[in-house]
């Protein structure tokens, strides 16, 4: 068996990172550089705004009941 890098905790944060990393450099570099509306952030965002409308629904539709 290879021996640890670092840690048993600390090679996956280290992995975690390194992607993290990755990705960041990916959605800003201008070569591959991603328009705005289809960034990490703005998906995230989108998502997270339908979420609520269809909670806000939901109650709606439990105190109409």
């Not at 960041?24 to 705004?49: F, I, N, S």
């Amino acid at each position: 068996m290879p021996p640890v890098l670092l840690s048993r905790g600390l090679d996956p944060l280290l992995g975690v990172f390194t992607g993290v990393l990755a990705y960041y450099l990916y959605e800003t570099h201008p070569r591959t550089g991603l328009p705005e509306e289809q960034r990490l952030m703005e998906l995230a965002r989108w998502k997270m705004d339908k979420w609520k409308q269809e909670k806000l629904a939901k109650e709606d539709r439990a105190v109409d009941a």
